[in-house]
């Protein structure tokens, strides 16, 4: 690929990603990081998902995935297009990420169940309160200052965090598998993001209940799972309708059999969350 072909089609969030950047605060469209090249409290880096560009409002530099890889590498543009290759969706859908922290000088303080009224209200508003036994309430120390959040946590005991403010992970990233010990028939069920999870268990039905259950919490991590899944007799993907989630199930499609691709119910919606937020249906999978 050429560079405009790099810029347009290498996603910038798995770039970064890749360097074990991971936004501090993020809505549907943009997120906060902190800088790439300065230590800071308060994030400074903006980036724009749909554009695929990204702004340091403290330098006044604008950013694109090959002067992302540029700045980390300290390369030029030849090696920082080598180092882009592997994200070529059209080649390889999926990438590998080295096993560090994503948040530096952080501390648990307290895990507790779901009390605080904040994360209540996040929850109802996400439509999950139901399964805020399947969560934890998370304070934590972060670059001197102390938060909360719902937190979820992977296989490697890192935690996902998420708050109406803030989504971000402490410690080593990982998935998340649940395994189920009555998954007589060899099932599992791939999700993107715990609140995915959260949500397919407010509407699974008796007989869904059996599979086991595979949370990505990034798509850059199927690499961890992809022997896993090759256990399994039939796979159903409730994956992210957007070129993460589209290029992540197209590599599972190939790759393995007896796949289903349940996106198709929430075919007009970013996630299974947001489809069953604004739909008030009780139907079961």
């Known amino acids: 690929m050429n560079c405009e072909e790099v810029k347009e089609k290498v996603n910038i969030r798995t770039v970064l990603e890749s360097f074990s950047l991971f936004p501090v605060k993020e809505n549907r469209k943009t997120a906060l990081y902190f800088a790439l090249d300065r230590e800071e409290k308060i994030p400074s880096f903006s980036v724009d998902f749909v554009k695929n560009k990204a702004f340091d409002f403290g330098t006044g530099k604008s950013y694109d995935v090959i002067s992302i890889v540029q700045q980390m590498n300290r390369c030029s543009v030849s090696d920082a297009l080598k180092y882009l290759e592997k994200f070529d969706f059209s080649v390889q859908n999926h990438i590998r990420i080295e096993d560090t922290v994503q948040v530096k000088n952080y501390q648990i303080i307290k895990v507790n169940e779901i009390k605080h009224p904040a994360l209540i209200q996040y929850l109802k508003s996400r439509k999950v309160c139901e399964q805020k036994d399947l969560v934890k309430q ?25 708050s109406k403010y803030s989504k971000i992970c402490l410690g080593k990233k990982d998935v998340t598998l649940i395994k189920n010990d009555l998954n007589t028939s060899n099932e599992i069920v791939v999700f993107e993001g715990f609140f995915d999870y959260l949500t397919f268990k407010n509407l699974e039905s008796a007989e869904s209940s059996i599979s086991d259950c595979l949370i990505l919490n990034s798509t850059a991590m199927l690499f961890r799972v992809e022997e896993s899944l090759k256990e399994y007799d039939r796979i159903s993907l409730f994956l992210d309708n957007d070129p993460n ?41």
């Open 138 to 162: 998370i304070e934590y120390m972060l670059n001197g200052k102390k938060y909360f959040g719902i937190g979820f946590f992977n296989n490697s005991g890192g935690v996902e965090i998420r």
């Open 245 to 285: 989630g589209n290029a992540t199930r197209e590599t599972i499609q190939k790759k393995y059999k007896n796949v289903e691709d349940c996106s198709l119910v929430y075919k007009d919606f970013i996630d299974l969350n947001e489809w069953f937020c604004m739909n008030t249906t009780e139907n079961k999978f």
